[in-house]
């Protein structure tokens, strides 16, 4: 096993040839109060057992070169603070084994930047203000969970506001469920596509995807709903608003809808 630890307000940065682990795991950690851990381009981070990278509440993450676990998991936990993200650089995957886990307020995926893992769920969930996230996927970028019985979990542990906001850029892909759950919290998804069911709950709860076909099933809000498939069929299930409209699109493709209710 390898572990890096930065000193009370020191950060990590990984340069040079980059970090293996063929026989256990690798863990960076940045200083308790203050700093940052980075991983610069050409340095690559791998382990075979659990890979970690952990700040402390004043830090943010830069993946700037493939971080993987090749027998186990990969977590990335940023600071809560104010303006603290995870971010993972164009052209860099960041992949666990059996699943990946991130904690920020603000998951940042430059470019074609992908978080994918091989097995098991990817959950993204903020530890910032109000448990708020804020996601920024880049033109040719994605988040993967595609083998079976697979999600990718938004908020899932706490609730808070979700806002993947790009114009139609990203791609999420889960074999079964991508879970929102903003709960008393806003939620809004614009993105390239997301494949897998769409489940969860909101203040406001809209999803609009740029390509493919958009299926969703048990969402609740307690203001409007806006499901589009701009460039697909829509199939919608399970869908109530308590005080808001309700608005489903297909924009190329069939309209299914069953058991919609305000």
């Known amino acids: 096993s390898i572990a890096l630890t930065a000193g009370l307000n020191g ?9 293996s682990s063929t026989g256990g ?6 200083g308790t109060n203050d700093g940052n851990v980075a991983v610069s381009a050409g340095a690559p981070v791998s382990g075979s057992g659990a890979v970690s990278l952990i700040t402390g509440a004043a830090g943010s993450i830069t993946v700037g070169a ?3 676990s090749t027998g186990s998991t ?10 603290e993200s995870v971010t993972i650089n164009t052209g860099v995957t960041a992949t666990g084994n059996t699943g990946v886990a991130v904690t920020t307020p ?12 091989t097995s098991n769920n990817v959950a993204i969930q903020s530890n910032g203000a109000a448990n708020a996230i804020t996601v920024s996927m880049g033109n040719g970028s994605a988040i993967n969970a595609a083998a079976a019985g697979a999600d990718v979990t938004f908020n899932n542990t706490t609730a808070g506001a979700i806002t993947i906001n790009n114009a139609g850029l990203g791609t999420i892909n889960a074999n ?5 759950n903003g709960n008393t919290g806003a939620v809004s998804v614009n993105a390239a596509q997301v494949n897998g069911t769409v489940t969860g709950s909101g203040a406001g709860f809209s999803v609009i995807t740029a390509a493919g076909s958009l299926t969703a099933n048990t969402v609740t809000a307690t203001g409007a709903v806006t499901l589009t498939a701009s460039g697909g069929a ?20 069939s309209l299914l809808a069953t058991n919609i209710s305000n």
């Open 74 to 83: 990969l977590t990335l936990t940023g600071g809560s603070g104010a303006g």
């Open 234 to 253: 829509l199939t919608a299930s399970n869908v109530s608003t308590n005080t808001g409209n309700t608005a489903l699109t297909a924009g190329n493709g």
């Open 25 to 30: 795991t690798v863990t960076l950690t940045a």
């Open 106 to 117: 603000a998951l940042n995926l430059n470019g074609t930047a992908a978080l994918t893992a």
């Open 66 to 68: 493939a971080v993987s």
């Open 176 to 180: 079964d469920t991508v879970v929102l």
């Open 11 to 19: 950060s990590v940065n990984v340069n040079g040839a980059g970090i």
